[in-house]
């Protein structure tokens, strides 16, 4: 049974994406245009009552939020592909851990920016400066103690690839691309590493291949 | 060995205790006052860097984030206690999506309810009213979803209790209670059955003994 993901071309669907890669698992995706409004479809909200992307389907069984997504399939799969769960209880403690800093320290702050620098000018309405600079002051902070955890360890939850780095992917994607602020990054030598070493990794690149929404028309 | 919880008087940290007693794992907790900035202390930040609550020690194992620290409890005694995980990996798919909705969908408007009626005039801000209103309309939304869930399975994830009806428990304690929109639970048949339900399970009783913060004090 080949899973299917909707909305491929936006971040968070690439968080499944890059985790089906690693897994080996094979997919195929359904464009939503968000623009047109399709995640609002009484089709759509069948599927993910919130009107949220992303939701996969695999045979009969229905899943959305993403990172909930990827916890299911690096646990389904535990043994193929890479194991991004750590090998004992207490290492996937410290994954857990590190998926909840990803979406409730760093996320938001990267969010806002995508927001109000990526989105704000395409979709008509006037960036919110005082939100962008505390974003970015608050994300500082954030990646701060990312500098001393990365001295310590190689990745987020020890010395092993996991859920919590793949989970940072997409949206950073855009802080050191679209966002024009790679500097957040390379002004930290363990932080810069870190995303040199995930960023490369060929899951990562195939995800690329997907595809962005186009600026001009998000 | 006893589980070390800091911080028993806070919503967040009680998920965790709710959790321990669910489990049936013994646990002592250490007292730590927001008020006084003992989150900010240096021996606080070594234990958790981002200055928040709770964090768990455990022998010499630390962890924090609360929605970790349960699945961890979880995992780890899963055939101790209450399962709080399904049975099957596709039933824990689900309690994770619904940990997620919690986190994403429901926790930031009773956040915002939280922060700006029970704790801005303890605090000495003014409330912002734009906030509470838009928080409000907002939950109501995300309430009718849950109705229209709890409609046709007893539990968020399945007809199973688990972390993701858990995880509710102490901010909707605040909302039924001292922010007074209990109106917004019992409008709702479904919502209302499923809060008696897990409002009144012993696990959160023996919780509530552990008190909230006085609001005179915080």
Redesign the interface.
């Known amino acids: 049974m080949v899973v299917k993901v909707y909305g491929p071309a936006y971040g968070s669907p690439k968080r499944v994406l890059v985790c089906l890669v690693e897994k080996d698992i094979e997919f195929e995706t359904v464009p939503v245009d968000l623009i047109k409004g399709e995640h609002k479809s009484p089709e759509f909200l069948e599927l993910q ?2 009107g949220e992307l992303p939701v996969i389907q695999d045979g009969d ?1 229905t ?3 993403s ?3 990827i ?2 399939y690096a ?2 799969y535990k043994s193929q592909g890479t194991d991004l769960l750590g090998k004992t ?2 290492e ?3 994954v ?2 590190w ?3 990803e ?3 760093y996320h938001p702050h990267v969010y806002n920016l995508t927001i109000h620098i990526l989105f704000a000018p395409v979709l008509g309405f006037p960036p919110d400066e005082k939100i962008i600079k505390e974003s970015e002051e608050k994300l500082a902070k ?1 990646l701060d ?1 990312y500098e ?2 990365l001295s310590k360890s190689k990745y987020l939850a020890g010395d092993f690839f996991s859920l919590a780095d793949l989970s940072h992917l997409p949206f950073t994607h855009y802080l050191v691309g679209s966002i024009k602020k790679e500097y957040m990054i390379r002004s930290r030598k363990h932080v810069s590493a870190w995303w040199d070493d995930i960023s490369n990794r060929p899951s990562w690149k195939k995800v690329l291949t997907f595809g962005f929404p186009a600026l001009k028309t998000l």
Chains 1, 2 share one sequence.
């Open positions: 009552p919130f069984y899943l959305y939020e990172r909930a997504i916890r299911y646990e389904k209880i207490e996937r403690g410290l857990e851990q998926l909840e800093v979406a409730h320290n954030v103690i001393e955890r």
